[in-house]
């Protein structure tokens, strides 16, 4: 495979929060990126239904997972995992939210850690310092690290804007910076949230919602790039193309390479 790529997505993200989190390496990540505070999320802008759009690049409307629990597709579309796994590749995931699991079908991964939210201070941190260790040792082709926190201690407990989930943020960020350091030669990375949110919930269709941040790293994208038109549904065609592999003809995001 041409390149290799590590995902981070990070769970209930806001832009706005993103900009107020205080953490000085995000003015690096706009140096070092192509990027969008305007990109869409999907609707119902919910975790599971946004990771499998995602992940599969159709809305949940084609794909029929509209809730957190997992439902069989309505119909069946291939997503990145197993796309790489039928070109040869190596995937890992490191998740703090177990249902998260389902948007690989079994088989797909070579790598996987779950680490519960509620289990540490930082489940963030934890599997942040476990997907360094497990990519460090085995450089697969690509690795999802999914950071929970964010919206559930943040948002969920606490409520979209405020002070503990603005420092989630700060956290999360703060292990964007570790894995860039750690792995930015050889690895293009991608940054992004899946939905945002308001009060303490999400899944409306209101801007605070709807709208999300992605940034892109690697040797192809141009730092300091703003693009427009974005969606969660260009994730899966731009790792293919960074991977040199067939997109689905079913997909309907575009690479932005």
């Not at 084609?62 to 809730?67: F, N, Q, V, W």
């Amino acid at each position: 495979m041409k390149e290799k790529v590590i995902l981070i997505s990070i769970d209930g993200m806001r832009p706005d929060g993103l900009k107020q989190c205080g953490n000085p390496y995000l003015a690096e990540l706009e140096k070092l990126c192509t990027y969008t505070y305007e990109a869409r999320s999907m609707e119902p802008s919910v975790t599971f239904p946004c990771h499998f759009s995602m992940t599969h690049s159709v809305t949940p409307q084609r794909h029929g997972i509209l809730t957190n629990t997992y439902v069989p597709q309505v119909r069946p579309v291939t997503g990145i995992f197993e796309k790489i796994k039928s070109y040869g590749g190596v995937s890992a995931m490191f998740y703090g939210w177990e249902p998260l699991r389902d948007i690989a079908m079994p088989g797909t991964l070579k790598f996987a850690t779950y680490i519960n939210a509620y289990m540490k201070e930082s489940s963030d941190t934890a599997l942040t310092d476990e997907a360094i260790r497990v990519i460090e040792e085995n450089k697969p082709n690509f690795a999802f690290l999914y950071m929970v926190e964010t919206d559930e201690k943040g948002g969920h407990d606490n409520g979209w804007m405020s002070e503990e989930y603005l420092r989630r943020i700060n956290i999360a960020i703060s292990n964007v910076k570790r894995v860039i350091e750690k792995f930015g030669d050889e690895y293009s990375v991608i940054i992004m949230a899946d939905h945002g949110g308001h009060d303490r919930s999400h899944g409306s269709t209101l801007p605070e919602d709807m709208t999300i941040p992605l940034f892109f790293y690697g040797s192809v994208f141009e730092g300091g790039n703003v693009v427009d038109g974005l969606s969660l549904l260009d994730i899966a065609p731009t790792i293919a193309k960074l991977l040199d592999i067939e997109p689905e003809d079913e997909w309907e995001g575009h690479s932005i390479i």
